[in-house]
Every structure is written in C-alpha cells, then in structure tokens.
C-alpha cells in the first residue's frame, strides 16, 4: 500500500472541489482527507494501491468543471516522510 501528499494548485475556490474528492477517492477505494490551505492550496495525504493513486491524481487535474488544477506536487510518505 502507498501513502502518499498531493499539494494541488490553481482556481480551487469552489467549495464543491473537497467533496468532490472525497467522492472520488471513496470510488476508488482510497483512504485521506482532504484539507484546504490557507494559501488556497489543497493538500491530500491518501493511502491505497499505488495505481490507483495515479487514478486519483489524474482525476483531479482533470477536476470538475468549477475547478481549475494548474499543478498537483505529489510527495510519496512511505518511508516515513510526513513533513
């Protein structure tokens, strides 16, 4: 199992974005939470299969239609990184 943080940049104001994740995250069977920064960034650490979290992020630079993704930072946590 892979854990891993996205830090996700862009037009991330509409408040559909986060539930929106959950949505997607629960369909693909990962595990975390979203979390809204200050900044305007989101962050997400998730856990579950590494495939799947590559499903996960292109679902999210794709996002919905309210949304605008410019980068998704990704950081893999297995080895005990969660700085």
């Known amino acids: 199992m892979a854990v891993e943080r996205f830090i996700i940049e862009g037009d991330l104001e509409a408040e ?11 369909r693909l069977g990962l595990h975390g939470v979203p979390i809204r920064r200050a900044n305007g960034q989101v962050e997400i650490t998730l856990s579950g299969p590494a495939d799947l979290i590559d499903a996960m ?27």
């Open 16 to 26: 559909s974005f986060l539930p929106w994740i959950v949505r997607h995250m629960q």
């Open 57 to 83: 992020e292109l679902g999210v630079s794709l996002g919905p239609i309210d949304v605008w993704v410019e980068a998704i930072a990704r950081r893999n946590l297995e080895n005990g990184d969660v700085s």
